[in-house]
Nanobody, 124 residues
């Protein structure tokens, strides 16, 4: 089994900062790309940022210049540093990892796994 465990969400005032973490645990051979997505009430889940195994990032236009994604391959962990937060950043943030499990029943094919989500609320 594989689990993605997120942490770091909470309530912050506009202009503030938060750092999200997501650690992948379980019998994992390798992790390809990792990323963060968010879903506001009544809206679809949207991409926030992704990062390749070679540390090449990609950001949604709405967060460019404010958010920074990074990863620690030794810890199977991805981070999202969020600065200059705005009320419209309020959402549940989900971590996703594309990885290969050490499980012969998967034929060692990569698959996407999701975290349980962490709430980020930006409000005064």
């Amino acid at each position: 089994q594989v689990q993605l465990v997120e942490s770091g969400g909470g309530l912050v005032q506009p202009g503030g900062s938060l750092r999200l973490s997501c650690a992948a645990a379980g019998s994992i051979i390798s992790i390809n790309h990792m990323g963060w997505y968010r879903q506001a009430p009544g809206k679809q889940r949207d991409l926030v940022a992704t990062i390749t195994r070679s540390d090449i990032p990609n950001y949604a236009d709405s967060v460019k210049g404010r958010f920074t994604i990074s990863r620690d391959n030794a810890k199977n962990t991805v981070y999202l540093q969020m600065n200059s937060l705005k009320p419209e950043d309020t959402a549940v943030y989900y971590c996703k990892a594309n990885l290969i499990r050490n499980d012969p029943s998967t034929y060692y094919r990569s698959k996407d796994y999701w975290g349980q989500g962490t709430q980020v609320t930006v409000s005064s």
